[in-house]
């Protein structure tokens, strides 16, 4: 048989493959040169005899090649088979008949010549044939038939030798064909040994990965339908491997789902590539089992047969169940904030484009785009420092299920991060929704709240901006929120406040001033000029107020109004502060023993470790004395710092620092923060001068209040602002002790302020 195409499909097939590729090659060149030993007998010899044999030989060459060709194409690459073994065999037989046709019809009329071509020729076809002649018992018979019709000759009166000849060599042959054939046995037989043994292993490595592991094996039929069910996949299933078998796969993984026909997306892909027959993996869907859902993986390959038939799929699936629900509370707290539960910055975000990207659209079509709200909390701070985080995050808790009550319809709440929250309006009908909703915002958040014994009251500011009006992209549009809250908590909190384009600006102006500030101060641009402080009854010079100013080479004088409020949000209050108190005790030190300097302290440096050492510093660098020394704080002090600001006041005053109260009564006031710390002085703001000077009875109360308290604890009164004389003569008459203001002296340069103790102690003069 010539031209097999064999694909071996294990060891064993390989080792037989080998040989019959080789015989393959063998019976092509013995059947050539069969044919070349016949034509040499006729042409060379004139052996007329050989037509018969050449004629037989041809038909039997031609019949092999047909049959070969056609199990050939039967077999469409499968793999070697007994079907090559027995087409080998039946050739073999074939020539086999026809050689001992041939030799009957021998003489010995052609002498030795003839004998040694018969014999040299026939030996080597038949030696080299022996290897694909000898592999089956068929055709070992086509082997023997010429040894018999040779042997016969032995009693046949004509001449025998060329007869025993040929029969010697085709018992050569057969010999040789023997040996080979047994050798190709023994590695046919130790190939099988092997993979027997490689059988055994896997079997055991498979049974142990069931056993072990959390997946398991399983295979269906052609019709989709579980076969050879595993122990691990029943157990999986609560049921005996004899209930699962033969159940369509399909069928149950949809569980009570089957009747009802409603798959899950992931059963239907499923469901597709076992109908398409082709390979999947890694494919999660929900499973039923006694009334939980699990989740599956499963991965699978489509079976066939040698002779390409379709026999199934066979795959592993493994209980994903737990990792899909660690993935799932990663990705929660990815997109949602563990303290609150609301959404967090992320996804808030991602709600925001998918708002915009609609929004837009909307917008151009007539029917409004979205809104972004910023809210900020007001006073929270000081609910962490006074009673510590772990109320503060409770009462964030609190805040998150009001906010999420109020937004109840279409807006989407979250929390951006500290006691900052937002809410996203997707779809918008006109502006007056966002103040509707802001506006509940405010007076739902500043209710009071109760948060174990505590009873707390915090106050809302919002900021909000509009697409596409006051930005295109989500970007832009929380930038003009921030800037719009900015503005609210400017004007005192508790307000809600909506973006105007002039923010942009104005946040670029404070952009710009920072900078220039943070320069002013590297260049020594800034400088103190000094405020007279005034005995009220004999109109006496006791102290100075030291006030920094800032003169910018380009913009000139900048109020102090406009770059302390940057200085503080820049941090860099602190060294500025650091600078004018050194400057400020210098100036002093030139001064008469008994004139002060006060120095306003914000709370900033207050609670920073490193303001007590700067206070010793500076007096000790100026010679001033401690107690000429008035440190001016304000109520804030007491509202947005911890107890570390208390211990630092009790700190200064045991250096013999005099402490100043400033503005008491503007603020959050409490009579608490006067039993807190002992203070000096108390300043009454110029707002309650004003007030009394135009007969206003509850500034006129405020004062008497203030000033009677003052003397009770000891402390001097401060009256500021004061401008004229009727504002003087009234602040006496309350008895406040001390005056500050334009009727006895503008702010001014230390030069000007030493001027005014050429004999120490000078009268003051309007």
């Known amino acids: ?73 039967r077999r469409n690459g499968a793999a ?18 026809v050689w001992a046709a041939c030799m009957m019809t021998l003489s010995s009329g052609h002498g030795a010549a003839q004998l040694v071509a018969h014999w040299t020729l026939i030996s080597c076809i038949m030696v080299c044939g022996a290897i694909s002649y000898a592999a089956t018992p068929l055709a070992a018979t086509g082997f023997l038939l010429p040894c018999i019709v040779g042997l016969g000759a032995l009693f046949d009166p004509r001449d025998q030798t060329p007869l025993l000849a040929l029969a010697t060599s ?34 055991l490595l498979l049974r142990e990965y069931e056993h072990g592991a959390s997946d398991w094996l399983w295979q269906t039929d052609p019709a989709r339908r579980l076969s050879g069910v595993s122990p691990r996949l029943a157990e999986m299933l609560g049921r005996t491997p004899a209930e699962v078998e033969g159940v369509l796969l399909v069928q149950l993984l949809a569980g009570n789902a089957w009747e009802s026909g ?7 892909a499923l469901a597709d590539h076992l109908k398409r027959r082709e390979s999947f993996s890694n494919i999660v869907l929900p499973v039923e089992l006694e009334g939980d859902v699990r989740w599956w993986e499963l991965s699978a390959s489509p079976r066939y047969d040698e002779g390409g038939a379709f026999l199934g799929f066979r795959g592993v699936g493994s209980d994903i169940t737990e990792q899909k629900e660690s993935a799932e509370r990663i990705a929660q707290l990815a997109r949602f904030d563990p303290l609150t539960g609301l959404p967090n910055r992320t996804h808030l975000r991602d709600v925001l484009d998918q708002a915009m990207g609609g929004g837009g659209a909307a917008a151009g079509a007539g029917r409004g785009g979205c809104a972004f709200l910023m809210i900020d909390l007001d006073r929270f701070k000081a609910v962490n420092d006074t009673l510590g985080h772990q109320i503060g995050d409770k009462l964030l808790t609190q805040v998150a299920r009001r906010l999420r009550h109020i937004c109840s319809g279409a807006e989407f709440c979250g929390r951006i991060g500290g006691d900052e929250f937002a809410v996203v309006i997707p779809q918008l009908g006109d502006n ?4 509707r909703l802001a506006a509940r915002i405010i007076n739902g958040l500043s209710a009071p709240y109760q948060v174990d014994e505590h009873t707390l009251y915090v106050g809302a500011s919002v900021g909000s901006a509009v697409s596409p009006q006051d930005g295109h992209e989500s970007e832009a549009l929380i930038r003009s929120a ?52 005034v005995e009220a009854q004999a109109g006496i010079v006791v102290g100075f107020e030291a006030l920094v100013r800032w003169t910018h080479p380009d913009m000139g004088p900048i109020s102090p109004a406009k770059f302390i409020p940057v200085a503080e949000e820049a941090r860099l209050i602190g060294p500025i502060g650091e600078w004018v108190l050194r400057t400020a005790c210098k100036e002093a030190a030139c001064w008469p023993d008994g004139v002060r300097i006060a120095v306003n302290v914000s709370a900033e440096q207050l609670v920073h470790p490193s303001f007590v050492g700067a206070v010793v510093s500076a007096l000790a660098q100026s010679g001033l004395e401690a107690r000429r020394l008035e440190l001016e704080v304000t109520e804030s002090v007491f509202v947005n710092a911890d107890t570390g600001a208390l211990k630092i006041l009790d700190q200064l005053r045991g250096l013999g620092v005099r402490l100043s109260l400033d503005d008491f009564g503007t603020g959050y006031s409490s009579l608490g923060y006067l039993s807190r710390t002992r203070f000096d002085t108390i300043k009454i703001d110029r707002s309650f001068v004003v007030g009394a000077a135009n007969n206003r009875a509850e500034s006129l109360a405020i004062i008497r209040a203030v000033v009677t308290l003052a003397d009770s604890l000891g402390m001097a009164t401060t009256a500021e602002g004061v401008e004229t004389e009727a504002e003087l003569a009234m602040v006496r008459g309350l008895g406040c002790r001390k005056v500050q203001g334009f009727y006895f002296g503008r702010p001014m340069p230390a030069a000007d302020a030493a001027a005014l103790f050429p004999g120490h102690q000078v009268r003051a003069r309007a």
């Open 262 to 268: 409603l798959f899950p997306t992931e059963l239907h």
């Open 170 to 203: 085709y018992a050569l042959s057969l010999l040789v064909g023997c040996f080979l054939y047994a050798r190709t046995f023994a590695r046919q037989h130790s190939a099988s040994v092997q993979l027997e043994e490689k059988s055994e292993v896997v079997s």
């Open 80 to 97: 070697a088979s007994a079907t090559d073994l027995r087409v080998h065999g039946f050739t073999g037989l074939l020539h086999g008949l």
């Open 432 to 435: 007056h929704g966002v103040d």
């Open 482 to 533: 921030d800037l719009a809250l900015y503005r609210a908590k400017g004007d005192g909190g508790g307000v809600h406040c909506a973006y105007e384009p002039q923010l942009h600006a104005q946040a670029e102006e404070r952009r710009q001033l920072e900078l220039a500030l943070r320069d002013a101060l590297e260049k020594n641009q800034l400088h103190v000029l000094f405020q007279p402080v």
């Open 1 to 73: 048989m010539m031209g097999l195409a064999v694909v071996p499909g294990d060891a064993a097939e390989r080792v037989l493959a080998a040989q019959l590729r080789s015989a393959d090659h063998v019976a092509l060149l013995r059947q050539a040169m069969n044919l070349f030993g016949l034509l040499f007998l006729w042409q060379v010899f004139g052996d007329h005899r050989s037509v018969p044999g050449l004629i037989v030989w041809s038909a039997a060459l031609v019949l092999s090649m047909a049959v070969g060709a056609i199990l050939r194409r």
